[in-house]
């Protein structure tokens, strides 16, 4: 096997574990601990500075599907939380921008299903969106 699949294993694999772990909190607490935010970022920076994506110039690239999160975040006055946008920030570390991009879309779409049951339902509490973005990434994964 060789060395750059083994490091294509490695980042889903991390982008799993943090997706699960932060899935929980999100449901459990609705709201993301910031020491869970920041040392997932150092680890997804070490995950880049191992293998190489810190001197590929893309980091940028990598960080867009998050920024725009971000953005929307400040848009919709936190519809879409900053946990959600720094999330998909650190996600795109271990995936890259189009795989980042594509669990987002899938992510949307999912939850779209969901919130719009519940209106049907007329229940108003906010629904969680990482445990959606989880379960985009599984798709994403079991596609490829």
């Given at each position: 096997m060789n060395r750059?699949?083994?490091n294509e294993y490695a980042g889903k694999c991390?982008?799993?574990l943090f997706l699960a772990w932060f899935s929980a909190e999100d449901i459990r607490r609705k709201q993301l601990s910031l020491a869970g935010l920041f040392g997932s970022s150092l680890i997804g920076i070490i995950y880049l500075a191992v293998t190489?994506?810190?001197?590929?110039g893309k980091l940028l690239y990598r960080m867009l599907p998050g920024l725009f999160l971000i953005l929307l975040a400040y848009l919709t006055s936190e519809q879409v939380g900053y946990g959600d946008g720094l999330a998909v920030l650190i996600l795109g570390c271990?995936?890259?921008?189009?795989?980042?991009?594509?669990?987002c879309g899938i992510a949307f779409i999912l939850s779209g299903?969901?919130?719009?049951?519940k209106i049907c339902l007329e229940k108003k509490e906010p629904v969680p969106f990482l445990p959606f973005l989880l379960g985009a990434l599984e798709v994403v994964l079991l596609v490829e």
């Open positions: 750059l699949l083994i991390l982008a799993l190489g994506g810190l001197s590929d271990f995936l890259g921008a189009g795989k980042c991009a594509a669990v299903i969901f919130t719009t049951g």
